[in-house]
């Protein structure tokens, strides 16, 4: 079974600010690592992905990610965050070569960047 | 930029009605899913879908559930007979055959049974 754990409900930050939104997994297998932001009222828009490689993946928007097997995490950062950036941010994990292929997603942290 | 739509993009039923809730993935897309997100939970898969048939689905997807691809563009979720608990936002999402690619998410359709 796979499973994403995003232990804060909601991040506050001040505009330029870091921004830090925590993500750990659980999986049997090699994982496929995946970001996703969803705006008020919209669908889930793709930020960043982790596939193999360097384990600082850069995405969308100044968003980038840094995969650490070991403590099987996969947070998201952004150096300076901006007012725009609030929004409700999901982590999601599949599993490489899994039939179907599905994703597994944390419960989302709600980012609040206030000016 | 080629986008995930669906539609509509909220529909109210009346519990043990039919629903059927359309997508239209991107077109050179092959894998299409449904997930669903109740509100203030998780979002949950629901099916993934290729080649005509459906190649993975969670325990929520039962015999009430079926997908369907009844050309070459849509993608449907029909609910036979709905449950209150079948409230929720749907999301549909599609990919491309690779399998390092992203899922692309359509805006979502809220269902409101009551």
């Known amino acids: 079974a796979q499973s994403v754990a995003q232990p804060e409900d909601q991040v506050n930050v001040a505009e330029g600010n870091p921004l830090t939104v925590k993500c750990t997994y659980s999986?049997?297998?090699?994982?496929?690592l995946f970001w996703y932001v969803q705006y008020p009222n919209r669908g889930l828009q793709f930020l960043l992905k982790?596939?193999?490689?360097?384990?600082l993946v850069k995405g969308s928007y100044g968003f980038e990610a840094e995969f650490n097997k070991s403590q099987t995490s996969f947070h998201l950062k952004k150096p300076s965050a901006l007012v725009s950036d609030s929004a409700l941010y999901f982590c999601?994990?599949?599993?490489?070569?899994?039939?179907?292929?599905?994703?597994?997603f944390g419960g989302g942290t709600r980012v609040l960047v206030k000016p | 930029e080629p986008e995930v739509t669906q539609t509509p993009s909220h529909q109210v039923t009346q519990m043990g009605q039919e629903v059927i809730l359309r997508c239209v993935p991107i077109?050179?897309?092959?894998?299409f899913y449904w997930y669903r997100q109740i509100l203030g939970q998780k979002v949950e898969f629901l099916v993934s879908?290729?080649?005509?048939?459906?190649?993975?689905k969670s325990e929520i997807f039962d015999d009430q559930f079926s997908v369907e691809r009844p050309d070459g563009s849509n993608f449907t979720l029909k609910i036979r007979s709905t449950k209150l608990e079948d409230s929720a936002m749907y999301f549909c999402?599609?990919?491309?055959?690779?399998?390092?690619?992203?899922?692309?998410f359509g805006p979502g359709t809220r269902l409101t049974v009551l």
């Open positions: 999402a599609s990919r491309v055959a690779g399998g390092r690619d992203e899922q692309f």
């Open positions: 999986v049997s297998g090699n994982p496929y």
């Open positions: 982790y596939i193999t490689g360097d384990n």
């Open positions: 999601a994990v599949r599993v490489w070569k899994a039939a179907g292929n599905k994703l597994t």
């Open positions: 077109s050179n897309h092959l894998y």
């Open positions: 879908f290729y080649n005509n048939e459906i190649s993975e």
